[in-house]
């Protein structure tokens, strides 16, 4: 009988944010890591297929992966990881390069330029250099219309803190403490209670040519419980999360911490692997669907939509402040989209020269050490 696949979970490690190009792959290697594969070379080298092969191959032994993906392009994966092999496979070129951190005793570095044509790539260096120029300034009209967009989310959720206060966020940040405190105990009587617990920074959308995008649905399938924290920025959602951090680090829970796209010191989503709770910032543009395993708790006061016209703009509810956001943001992601048209445009330059044959066989060979150490489980 055919062994079922593994479960796959899809995430970023970085993104296209208000502060530029915001990047969490320097965090990925950790105590736990037995190996590191770091991939260089161009655009059109391969990287990308390499790594969805890497992870398909391990997901039919029925094992789990979680499938890193690219901000800047949709349909390409910047990484995999193997968490019950503590293997991972990451593409380390800019914009999010990485460097080895434990040479050999964890990284090691593949060089995919290593199977293509120099002296063929040499004919092509002007139009490689126009276009590498013409991106990088679609990139910085990118982040020019972001941090307009992220100066005013950041206006507005400081707008709404001063008219609102404490008091709306305490009681749904004690019910939320208190659930996971009771889970905390229960899993600590069945296991070891020794263990540290621990942070992990990600993101769970981006801002990507298409748009925003987000894979709520894939991080949180495992959740037998999620609070949905529902209102305008501003309101609890950031104070109640901040709350949660401390509990977790008294509690020694393991966190999974989920950053904001745009604004990325600010934190919109938390999950607890151990006790399977989740906590999510469910406002658009990462709304999540209510279901029977989730807790909504509407944290915008009634008093705002009855309140004076003065009160109403300053909390963005009276229809100035949306238009705004979503106009900035379009302009961003327009410049995103022509982006990923030069960088198709360099993946053209590349793809002629590579001899993807030799580079096959040399993935072969990556495969079966990395199946090597299943077999060894």
């Known amino acids: 009988m055919p062994k079922s696949q593994g479960k796959t979970r899809d995430l970023f490690l970085g993104g296209n944010t208000g502060n530029g190009f915001f990047s969490f792959y320097g965090q990925l290697v950790t ?30 032994l029925g094992l789990p992966v979680e499938f890193i993906h690219c901000s800047s392009d949709n349909d390409s994966l910047d990484g995999v990881v193997f968490p019950t092999l503590g293997i991972a496979m990451i593409d380390g070129t800019a914009p999010h390069t990485v460097d080895p951190r434990y040479p050999g005793a964890v990284d090691e570095i593949l060089n995919l330029g290593a199977f293509w044509n120099k002296k063929k790539l040499k004919t092509m260096k002007k139009t490689i250099l126009e ?15 972001l941090k307009g967009a992220a100066a005013i989310y950041r206006d507005w959720s400081r707008a709404n803190q001063r008219l609102t206060g404490d008091a709306r966020w305490r009681a749904p940040a004690a019910e939320i403490e208190k659930e996971i405190g009771r889970r905390a105990g229960e899993y600590r009587r069945d296991r070891n209670p020794i263990k540290k617990g621990g942070f992990r920074r990600l993101f769970a959308s981006a801002i990507t040519p298409e748009g925003p995008v987000h894979h ?33 680090g008294e509690k020694k829970l393991t966190v999974e911490v989920f950053h904001c796209a745009l604004c990325p010191e600010k934190i919109d989503h938390l999950w607890f692997p151990e006790i399977k709770v989740g906590v999510i910032g469910s406002t658009p543009p990462h709304r999540y669907p209510a279901a029977q395993n989730t807790r909504r708790l509407n944290l915008e006061p009634p008093a705002v939509t009855g309140s004076s016209s003065r009160t109403r703009e300053l909390a963005g509810d009276n229809g100035k402040v949306r238009p705004v956001l979503t106009g900035l943001m379009e302009k961003a992601v327009a410049w995103l989209r022509q982006a990923k048209t030069v960088h198709d445009e360099l993946e053209d330059c590349y793809r002629p020269y590579m001899d993807f044959q030799a580079l096959d066989v040399f993935k072969e060979k990556i495969l079966a050490e990395i199946l090597s150490s299943v077999k060894g489980r």
Request: proline share 4%; glycine share 12%; aromatic share 10%.
């Open 31 to 60: 105590e736990e890591t037995e190996h590191l594969y770091i991939l260089k070379g161009g655009p059109g080298t391969g990287k990308s297929t390499f790594i969805k092969q890497a992870g398909e191959e391990i997901r039919r």
């Open 131 to 145: 276009l590498t120029h013409t991106g990088s300034l679609c990139f910085s009209k990118a982040y020019a219309y």
């Open 216 to 248: 709520l649905e894939s991080i949180f399938q495992d959740a037998d419980l999620l609070y949905l924290l529902e209102g305008p920025p501003g309101y609890g959602q950031e104070s109640i999360i901040n709350s949660l951090l401390r509990t977790a």
